[in-house]
């Protein structure tokens, strides 16, 4: 049974660093594309960062850019997600997620991931 668990979520003030893990287990993704996804109250989830298996592709979205960092250690099956300069808009469930398939190409669609983590609470007070 393939799991994804994420943690290092909770509270943090503006301006400050929080950084996630997500764990994969049932299943190696060292060949496939793993991400990030946050989806806000009242909004539809939205891609932050996804990365390659080989780490030669990331890409991130506009609105964490420059901020975040997503990286991987394959030999743990774990993808991490390192978030600075928070921002009260970055308040959100952060989903991790894996892609079913061996391949290089990041999407940005979350109907290109077959596996989900539970996801992990993140706020950031003002």
């Known amino acids: 049974q393939v799991q994804l668990v994420e943690s290092g979520g909770g509270l943090v003030q503006a301006g400050g660093s929080l950084s996630l893990s997500c764990a994969a287990s049932?299943?190696?993704?060292?060949?496939?594309?793993m991400g990030w996804f946050r989806q806000a109250p009242g909004k539809e989830r939205e891609f932050a960062a996804g990365?390659?298996?080989?780490?030669?592709?990331?890409y991130y979205a506009d609105s964490v850019k420059g901020r975040f960092t997503i990286s991987r250690d394959n030999a743990k099956n774990t993808v991490y997600l390192k978030m600075n300069s928070l921002k009260p808009e970055d308040t959100a469930v952060y989903y991790c997620?894996?892609?079913?398939?061996?391949?290089?190409?990041?999407?940005?669609?979350?109907?290109?991931?077959?596996?989900w983590g539970q996801g992990t609470q993140v706020t950031v007070s003002s």
């Open positions: 997620a894996a892609d079913r398939r061996i391949s290089s190409v990041v999407y940005s669609n979350p109907a290109d991931y077959e596996y």
């Open positions: 049932g299943r190696s993704f060292s060949s496939s594309t």
């Open positions: 990365m390659s298996w080989t780490g030669g592709t990331i």
